[in-house]
């Protein structure tokens, strides 16, 4: 099902790239919700971004793999000395972070394939983020945590009492948006911890971002949904288990 209650917005929107868990697959479907790309046989298809190249970094949990494809699912770039990673993203010098996550680090590694920064400090990392300042957001489950490290190893800012959280955005604000999957819930906390904005009453919940409309995308259990800050569902995509999500700056 589709749906979306700003209908004379759809061009506007843009496109969303999310990756299917269940079905093994990345889409990317246009403002109106119809499919325009997608593609099969990802194995445990847990987080896809796409470069600014036009081609698609992808995360496969299942077969413990980073790969980088273009648009017709050919691999140009692939990293498999891994446990179970969860997210991966390519920072600006064309390194990849990942979130080892079943090997207990996070590592950036070179296009060769040298990990040329690591952290493993007892973590069990569902994901990390680089900021702009250069440091890295960490969503620990073993310790109910998002920590944030710098390039030095150092905690330079944590919050605790995060069960599960999946994901975590540093916000322009300096607030930090983070994905609590078990509770159902995506919260936005500010630098002491304090809990600004809550969205509750999610499936599962994985990913999410929030929009430059300020909205707040979700991939969550049975679909990827958009919201407004009073937690209207404004734009909606079914799936069967949408695990990662994102909203494209232009289409291909």
């Given at each position: 099902?589709?749906?979306?209650?700003?209908?004379?917005a759809?061009?506007?929107?843009?496109?969303?790239?999310?990756?299917?868990?269940?079905?093994?697959?990345?889409?990317?479907?246009?403002?109106?919700?119809?499919?325009?790309?997608?593609?099969?046989?990802?194995?445990?298809?847990?987080?896809?971004?796409?470069?600014?190249?036009?081609?698609?970094?992808?995360?496969?949990?299942?077969?413990?793999?980073?790969?980088?494809?273009?648009?017709?699912?050919?691999?140009?770039?692939?990293?498999?000395?891994?446990?179970?990673?969860?997210?991966?993203?390519?920072?600006?010098?064309?390194?990849?972070?990942?979130?080892?996550?079943?090997?207990?680090?996070?590592?950036?590694?070179?296009?060769?394939?040298?990990?040329?920064?690591?952290?493993?400090?007892?973590?069990?990392?569902?994901?990390?983020?680089?900021?702009?300042?250069?440091?890295?957001?960490?969503?620990?489950?073993?310790?109910?945590?998002?920590?944030?490290?710098?390039?030095?190893?150092?905690?330079?800012?944590?919050?605790?009492?995060?069960?599960?959280?999946?994901?975590?955005?540093?916000?322009?604000?300096?607030?930090?948006?983070?994905?609590?999957?078990?509770?159902?819930?995506?919260?936005?906390?500010?630098?002491?911890?304090?809990?600004?904005?809550?969205?509750?009453?999610?499936?599962?919940?994985?990913?999410?971002d929030?929009?430059?409309?300020?909205?707040?995308?979700?991939?969550?259990?049975?679909?990827?949904?958009?919201?407004?800050?009073?937690?209207?569902?404004?734009?909606?995509?079914?799936?069967?288990?949408?695990?990662?999500?994102?909203?494209?700056?232009?289409?291909r």
């Amino acid at each position: 099902m589709f749906v979306d209650a700003t209908p004379a917005a759809p061009a506007m929107r843009g496109h969303t790239l999310f990756a299917d868990y269940s079905d093994n697959r990345l889409v990317e479907v246009d403002g109106r919700g119809d499919q325009v790309w997608s593609l099969d046989e990802i194995y445990g298809a847990w987080d896809a971004e796409r470069l600014e190249s036009g081609n698609t970094l992808l995360v496969e949990f299942s077969v413990s793999r980073v790969r980088e494809v273009d648009a017709s699912g050919a691999t140009v770039w692939s990293y498999e000395d891994l446990k179970n990673p969860y997210a991966a993203s390519r920072l600006a010098d064309g390194t990849t972070l990942i979130a080892n996550t079943f090997g207990g680090d996070v590592r950036v590694v070179d296009r060769a394939g040298a990990v040329v920064w690591k952290y493993d400090e007892g973590i069990r990392a569902f994901d990390v983020e680089q900021t702009d300042a250069g440091t890295f957001l960490i969503c620990d489950v073993l310790h109910d945590r998002v920590i944030e490290v710098d390039r030095d190893k150092q905690i330079v800012w944590q919050v605790s009492g995060m069960p599960n959280a999946h994901d975590a955005d540093r916000l322009p604000s300096g607030n930090t948006l983070i994905t609590l999957r078990t509770r159902g819930e995506v919260v936005e906390v500010d630098r002491d911890g304090r809990r600004v904005w809550t969205l509750k009453g999610l499936i599962s919940p994985s990913d999410a971002d929030r929009l430059p409309n300020g909205n707040t995308l979700v991939a969550q259990n049975t679909r990827v949904a958009e919201y407004d800050p009073e937690g209207e569902i404004v734009w909606q995509r079914d799936t069967t288990w949408c695990v990662e999500a994102s909203r494209l700056p232009s289409s291909r």
